[in-house]
């Protein structure tokens, strides 16, 4: 698994830190989505998932190998 994010789409819902705070943060200035691992291990995988289909911009993309 390969994640991407859209910092320009994104709105800053907080979702996917809510989510998986292992693999997704905020920024402090603009609350937009900063990602802290872009190729999570397996464990983490359902979580990713379960953030991408709560974005309510889709700016979180998820590239299966």
Known sequence: MLITTDTEACVGSGQCALVV???F???DAEGTVVLVDAAPS????HDVR???SRCPVRAIAVVEP
């Open 42 to 45: 397996e464990e983490f995988h």
């Open 25 to 27: 943060d905020q920024d």
């Open 50 to 52: 379960e953030a991408v």
């Open 21 to 23: 705070p292992e693999v």
